[in-house]
């Protein structure tokens, strides 16, 4: 039996640095859920370096509720820190380290309340779901949202951890992720009149970007996003050789932020018809050769909890939480909705301290999401 400071100091000395493995933190974690008598599946990534975990037990013919967190933190290279990020430092009731925010901290808690219960006399099923690569683009979620649709009943409540200060978030946003490719030709500056200049056609592109986040500004949302509207970001641009020189390659990142009501589907049909009706002409007027190639390297879907949710009413239940929020950041929760949960995102400690450097969450705010956890499990086990 441990407290969730205990095992929070735990969980932050384990660099789970995206990049890195979070196996010797998910062993950790398997092994106080085992001794506490928690059922535990553990399934590895593709390549055998990260892995996902489950871990279930209580009453199998009751309610379930799922409480949900990432392992993984986002790095610190070039923070400029005032503590060890991966040693635990109390201060003024506040606990500093990589993760304390988002989002070991609701993990610990989780894992401190699970591992304290009397699972004979639990009258709901409860699972913990501890995932990988949350932060590089819900990679572990997307790969155990199948395995959770197998073994977890459709409508059972799924709790995402993720910093709200304990407000009930009911919708955020999606993010495709997308590398476009322009191959243009070689040649002499002067020789432009019957060449194909990949930058000058990777522009155009960024220009029709530029006009379609027009059109979604111009339809805001009557929802309470920061931003209220679906958003598009060239992140990077890399192309060309030299001043005098036709730019023969030219690549841009970029990313569309979207609301629920904008779904990625229809961005991707409508970047399709643009592509196909007004950019490749023009690129191949010159040249045959020339090609645009339009890659995905991330989605994560958007969230939209339930209408009406079953256990949103329950959350709000408790005072703690009866004002909810929506998020222009984006969590797991669009897989475990997908994965037939009925999900709310809701967490301690504050969106703000998330990825900064000398991140922290208050010991206060920890309690608190003690007790709403203790609250939230016997009004579930009542019913
Ligand atoms: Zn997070």
Not at 251 to 271: A, C, G, Q, V, Y
Not at 318 to 330: N, Q
Request: contains cysteine.
């Amino acid at each position: 039996m441990q407290d969730t400071l205990t095992i929070l100091e735990r969980l932050c000395a384990f660099d789970t640095t995206s990049h890195k493995s979070n196996q010797d933190c998910v062993e950790y974690c398997r092994h106080l859920l085992v001794s506490a008598g928690f059922d535990i599946t553990v399934l590895p990534n593709a390549d055998g370096t990260k892995a996902n975990l489950h871990a279930v037990a209580g009453h199998k013919d009751g309610p379930a509720l799922v409480l949900a967190g990432h392992t993984d933190v986002v790095p610190v290279d070039g923070q400029n820190w005032s503590t060890d990020p991966f040693k635990l430092t109390q201060r003024d009731g506040n606990l500093f380290a990589r993760g304390t925010t988002d989002m070991k901290g609701f993990v610990a808690v989780a894992l401190s309340v699970a591992t304290n219960l009397n699972l004979d006399a639990l009258g709901l099923s409860l699972h913990l779901v501890l995932t990988h690569d949350e932060e590089t683009g819900c990679f572990g979620a997307r790969d155990i949202s199948d395995y959770l649709r197998s073994v977890i009943p459709a409508e059972s409540f799924c709790m995402v951890g993720e910093p709200t200060d304990l407000r009930p978030v009911v919708a955020h946003k999606g993010i495709i992720g997308l590398r476009a490719t322009v191959n243009g030709s070689e040649g002499h500056a002067a020789t432009i009149a019957t060449k194909t200049n990949a930058i000058h056609y990777a522009s155009d592109l960024v220009q029709y970007l530029m006009q379609q986040e027009q059109v979604y500004a111009a339809k805001p949302a009557q929802d309470g996003y920061d931003t209220p509207y679906s958003t598009i970001q060239v992140g990077l641009i890399r192309g060309g050789q030299a001043r005098n020189m036709i730019a023969k390659q030219c690549t841009l990142e970029f990313e569309f932020r979207h609301l629920p009501d904008n779904p990625s589907k229809s961005f991707m049909t409508n970047l399709e018809t643009f592509l196909s009706t007004d950019l490749r002409p023009g690129l191949n007027r010159n040249d045959d050769e020339a090609s645009i190639q339009i890659e995905i390297l991330s989605h994560v879907p958007a969230f939209k909890a339930r209408e009406p949710s079953g256990f949103l009413p329950v959350l709000q239940a408790d005072p703690r939480a009866a004002k909810v929020k929506f998020w222009d950041g984006v969590t797991e929760a669009g897989y475990y909705q997908n994965a037939g949960l009925d999900t709310v995102v809701c967490g301690p400690g504050s969106i703000s301290q998330a990825h900064q450097p000398d991140e922290y969450v208050s010991e206060k705010d920890l309690h608190e999401c003690e007790d709403f956890l203790h609250r939230l499990i016997s009004r579930l086990g009542a019913t």
